[in-house]
Each structure stands twice: as C-alpha cells, then as structure tokens.
C-alpha cells in the first residue's frame, strides 16, 4: 500500500522558514515525477511546486518563485520543500504527491491530474 507523509508544518512568523518533507513508502517513486500543493480555507487545491525524478526539472508556481526550493533525495523515497522568505498568504495544507509513471516529465502546466498518489496534508500557518 502506497503512502505518503507529509512533515514539517507549523506556525512561523512572516519573513520565516520551513522546511517541508514528504516520506513514502509502499513503493519506489525514485523514477517518478513528485510535487507539492496547497489549499487555503475556501480556496481550491493549487499547485505549488514539482520535479522530475532526478530532479534535473523543477517547477514553480509564480507566487512561490525565488522563495520555495523542491528537492528530492530518492535513495531515501522523499522530498522536501524549503520555504523561504514566508508570507501570511502562504497559509494553507500542503499536500506531497506522486506520479504512478516513470521518467515521465510535464509537456505543460502542471496540475493534479498528473499524479495519483497523495499525502493526508501538513498545516503550515504563516503569521503577520
């Protein structure tokens, strides 16, 4: 059984850091496309960030660009997001997803159709 666990979350004041993680297990994903998205309260899940498996593409929504870092280490089956430079509007769940393919990158914006595995969420909480 595939899971996803999302860790890392927390309160922190704007201007601060956080670094995300995301554990799987149940199978490799060592060959396969990870990201991470996020939903607000009343808000739609949005995508956030994601990379190919080895990595060598990643993408960035542009309200995270500069500030957010994917990364992956896949001898360990996880990813990570470090967050930078926080501000209040990046309050919301973030969610670690997987694809089920392999070596497969995005031909185009990347949305939650492209991955079939997800995590339960980890709060991230960003004050003023």
């Known amino acids: 059984q595939v899971q996803l666990v999302e860790s890392g979350g927390g309160l922190v004041q704007a201007g601060g850091s956080l670094r995300l993680s995301c554990a799987a297990s149940?199978?490799?994903?060592?060959?396969?496309?990870m990201g991470w998205f996020r939903q607000a309260p009343g808000k739609e899940r949005e995508f956030v960030a994601a990379?190919?498996?080895?990595?060598?593409?990643?993408y960035y929504a542009d309200s995270v660009k500069g500030r957010f870092t994917i990364s992956r280490d896949n001898a360990e089956n996880t990813v990570y997001l470090q967050m930078n430079s926080l501000k209040p509007e990046d309050t919301a769940v973030y969610f670690c997803?997987?694809?089920?393919?392999?070596?497969?990158?995005?031909?185009?914006?990347?949305?939650?159709?492209?991955?079939?595995?997800w995590g339960q969420g980890t709060q991230v909480t960003v004050s003023s």
């Open positions: 990379a190919t498996w080895s990595a060598r593409n990643t």
């Open positions: 149940g199978r490799t994903f060592s060959r396969s496309a």
């Open positions: 997803a997987a694809d089920r393919d392999y070596y497969r990158d995005f031909g185009g914006p990347v949305t939650q159709a492209d991955f079939e595995f």
